[in-house]
């Protein structure tokens, strides 16, 4: 069965530091990818996606994730961060042949330290 | 706003009572899927439906039960409800039933079971 694993729960930060968000997935097929966030009391979003293609998406808010198919990961990353950026992150993966469930992360919360 | 509305917000109830929650998908999206939200479980899918047809079940318990109507609007039944249903229940949709697609958030129910 498919699944995907974000090991850390709570990321602390500082602003206009650099972030990684780590999203590990197992699947013996292709799969295609996402990031979505949470911000505070509403629902979520989609961030970026990987269907085909290039393996570095970019998405919206300045953040980027890149597919490495041999590691089996999908990292999130931002370059600078700012405390708009404060939100919880979830990493979803879905098997691209057969059915196509999609399977959520358990998230990731980034807390940006002014 | 993703344009997917859930109604009530809150809703709070005894143990061992029904309720009913109402999601409104984007206009054109013809997929819509239920989650639940909770501290100890994190978001876990429950149903989806496709143009009026189930498309996956996930975790979703036998007191619990959904459908699709032909206008597209879904409603997620919640019978015998103990405390630990407590959660946020999320409505998303989507254009088609594929895990390729993005999909687009309702701002959630939040139920409280006392």
């Known amino acids: 069965a498919q699944s995907v694993t974000q090991l850390d729960s709570q990321v602390p930060v500082f602003e206009e530091a650099p972030v990684e968000l780590r999203c590990n997935y197992s699947s013996s097929v292709s799969v295609y990818l996402f990031w979505y966030v949470q911000y505070p009391n509403q629902g979520l979003q989609l961030l970026l996606k990987y269907l085909s293609g290039s393996t570095l998406v970019k998405g919206i808010n300045g953040f980027e994730a890149e597919f490495n198919k041999s590691q089996t990961s999908f990292h999130l990353r931002k370059p600078s961060v700012h405390i708009s950026d404060t939100a919880e992150y979830f990493c979803a993966v879905s098997f691209s042949g057969g059915y196509q469930k999609v399977t959520f992360g358990t998230g990731t919360k980034l807390q940006v330290i002014p | 706003d993703s344009g997917v509305t859930q109604t009530p917000k809150h809703l709070i109830t005894a143990t061992g009572q029904r309720v009913t929650l109402r999601c409104s998908p984007r206009?054109?999206?013809?997929?819509v899927y239920w989650y639940q939200q909770s501290l100890d479980q994190g978001l876990q899918f429950l149903i989806q439906?496709?143009?009026?047809?189930?498309?996956a079940k996930g975790n979703i318990l036998e007191r619990f039960s959904a459908q699709q109507f032909p206008d597209l609007h879904s409603e997620l039944n919640l019978s015998s409800l103990e405390l630990g249903d407590s959660a946020l229940y999320f409505c998303?949709?989507?254009?088609?039933?594929?895990?390729?697609?993005?999909?687009?958030f309702g701002p959630g129910t939040r139920l409280t079971v006392l």
């Open positions: 439906y496709y143009n009026g047809e189930e498309r």
């Open positions: 206009s054109g999206d013809l997929s």
């Open positions: 998303a949709s989507s254009v088609g039933w594929e895990g390729w697609n993005e999909q687009f």
